[in-house]
């Protein structure tokens, strides 16, 4: 697998963009540093999206335009004694990377891997969106893998949202059509004899955006549904010229077990396929 573009900036001064507060047991939090990219620009967006653990910080600048305009990346700070520092900039590269991919929409990291969504919901993508999986290796991040949805289509926003646990990734499109509009979906990813391989799939309903934020932990997936709460649309085909009207509770889906198949299940006992989603 081609290697995904990686440029080090380490001991390079950082400018204003990302504030990081102390948030200290027993003191007041306070502003302990201040994060920028050192090759950005005000129209790459940086702190789209960011994620913490320990003393390594990932922050996403979905406009940079390192392979076109807004194909997006993402920079990985790494504190050493008191100072933050720039250590790596992520990007597609040059294989992956294409205009309006807005690499680093999202991003998650678990303190082994770091994963960027790239949803390509934006201008005029030429391909669905993606998440990339990132490993560190001895010479630094190095891709792992392009994770895709095999039924995404243009403007469904895959990588919209991402979650990582382990090897469980999860990746949100909320506006998956599953012959209902905007319904959305979380596509749920395991690493598997060193490959990323799909788990499951959860799908939703009428203009529920499934999948538009998504969080992962051991034994469960959180996904967050915001919709409309009353949607409207003219129906075609059979019901051609009939007005549909939808309402719905919010969905939260749960990953009852990692060590285990998938089973869904809703905010009720059970999980209704074909109601508040489905695993295929």
Not at 18 to 39: E, P, T
Not at 58 to 70: L, R
Not at 151 to 164: E, P, W, Y
């Amino acid at each position: 697998m081609a290697l995904p573009s990686v440029h080090r900036h380490a001991g390079r001064a950082l400018r204003v963009a990302l504030i990081a507060v102390s948030l200290a047991a027993g003191a007041q939090a306070r502003q302990v540093a201040r994060l920028s990219a050192s090759d950005g620009e005000p129209i790459d967006r940086f702190g789209t999206s960011c994620a913490l653990l320990g003393d390594v910080a990932v922050v996403g600048a979905n406009g940079d335009d390192d392979h076109g305009e807004s194909s997006g990346a993402v920079y990985v700070f790494e504190r050493r004694g008191t100072v933050w520092r720039e250590t790596a900039k992520l990007t597609p590269g040059p294989i992956h990377g294409r205009p309006y991919l807005y690499f680093g929409e999202s991003v998650a990291y678990d303190g082994t891997r770091i994963v960027v969504g790239a949803p390509a919901e934006y201008g005029s993508p030429t391909v669905p969106g993606a998440a990339f999986v990132f490993a560190r290796g001895p010479g630094g991040w190095e891709l792992e893998g392009v994770l895709r949805s095999p039924g995404a289509h243009l403007h469904d926003s895959f990588g919209h949202s991402v979650a990582i646990a382990g090897d469980l990734v999860a990746v949100g499109a909320p506006y998956f059509d599953t012959g209902e509009t905007d319904a959305g979906e979380v596509v749920l990813f395991r690493l598997r004899d060193g490959r990323w391989r799909r788990e499951a799939r959860f799908a939703g309903q009428f203009f529920q955006w499934l999948g538009f934020s998504v969080a992962l932990g051991a034994e469960r997936l959180v996904v967050g549904a915001p919709g409309e709460g009353v949607a409207t649309s003219t129906s075609s085909g059979p019901r051609a010229g009939r007005r549909q009207r939808a309402s719905f509770r919010p969905a939260t889906c749960y990953w009852t077990s990692a060590r285990r198949s998938p089973r869904p299940a809703s905010a009720s006992p059970s999980w209704p396929p074909g109601r508040n989603g489905r695993a295929t």
